[in-house]
């Protein structure tokens, strides 16, 4: 089996370095029934207003076409969050890292409250992690301010492979970061969508990220001065990766700056409903079950994701 490397950044100019990466544990975990299946869910009406006064009968669930008693029901305001905020530092995107950064420091100071927790992970050739698991904004702050592009230096001991292992660092932080975590996870991307290297496949990364019960939310950002080569190639895969989990994703433009766009994805956050119900398919086959979610009520439109897999 393949061991996943994650680099560790070190100081302003990173020095690669072997480091395994371990699932997060703590005392305070929850246990909780893993027979359950869990989906957030956002809806809203004909104008795109989050509709927030919904309540347990008004929602339908199915899974592979087949109705599902909905056991657990909560509007997920204030519930805790956590956060992976994921940032392209790859070549092709090196000249617009400073408004990344900046407008990412705005979205964790204005996201985050108390109880809720963030990562800062960077990727290009390799995945650093630059600010583990945290609840402190200035911790984050101070990583922000140090991150930058990735520095090979002679005495590297690991080699990385390719340019963007966009595919590889949205499996590594679902499975290795988030996948033990209770309660509700969202990872953020920014990226030009461009992957080059990665072990595994667009595909393979969306399972991980459903398996670890993740929102993801892919924000495709270029930098026009670097290349038409490629323009607008990155956002189908991102799609790929988002929506299958109940995210979105969004193009950065002129008339869809980056500020606005974390703007969006912070009142999503705060207007889900969270669902839970236990299947009536018992079989333990790591099938793909396909989920379909509704309202009682016309008019409305619900966001959430498009099915999960079965445990084995």
């Known amino acids: 089996m393949t061991r996943w490397l994650f680099a560790v950044l070190l100081a302003a100019c990173p020095v690669w370095a072997q480091v395994e990466l371990n ?4 005392p305070s975990v929850i246990t909780v029934d893993v027979n359950v299946v869990n989906v957030l869910c956002t809806v809203r009406d004909r104008k795109g207003a989050f509709v927030k006064d919904l309540q347990k009968t008004d929602f339908q669930m199915r899974e592979d076409g087949k109705p599902q008693e909905i056991r657990y029901f909560s509007r997920e305001v204030d519930t805790p969050l956590t956060v992976a905020l994921m940032l392209d530092v790859s070549g092709s995107v090196a000249n617009i890292l400073g408004i990344e950064k900046a407008a990412a420091g705005r979205f964790f100071d204005e996201v985050l409250r108390p109880t809720d927790k963030a990562l800062f992970v960077g990727f290009a050739q390799t995945t650093a992690v630059w600010q583990d698991l ?9 990583a922000l301010d140090a991150a930058g592009p990735f520095v ?3 005495t590297s001991e690991f080699q990385p492979r390719g340019g963007t292992l966009l ?3 949205v499996s590594l932080v679902a499975s290795q970061k988030l996948a033990r975590l209770p309660g509700r996870k ?3 991307i920014i990226t ?3 992957d080059n290297g990665s072990l595994v496949t667009v595909e393979d990364a969306m399972k991980a990220a459903q398996q670890a019960d993740a929102v993801v939310y892919a924000i495709h950002y270029e930098d026009q001065g670097y290349s038409d080569r490629y323009a607008g190639a990155g956002e189908t895969a991102l799609r790929h990766i988002a929506e299958p989990t109940g995210g979105r994703t969004f193009h ?6 980056l500020e606005a766009i974390f703007d969006i994805i912070r009142e999503e956050m705060r207007s889900q ?3 839970g119900f236990t299947s009536t398919n018992t079989a333990k086959d790591g099938s793909y079950r396909r989920l379909e979610l509704k309202t009682t009520r016309s008019g409305l439109k619900t966001q959430a994701r498009e099915g999960y897999y079965a445990p084995r």
């Open 252 to 257: 950065v433009s002129a008339s869809l700056p």
């Open 167 to 169: 595919y590889d660092a």
């Open 23 to 26: 699932p997060p544990r703590s």
């Open 273 to 275: 409903y969270a669902i």
């Open 192 to 194: 030009d969508g461009l």
């Open 134 to 142: 945290t609840g402190s904004k200035q911790e984050l702050s101070s």
């Open 152 to 154: 090979r230096t002679p």
């Open 186 to 188: 969202t990872m953020v």
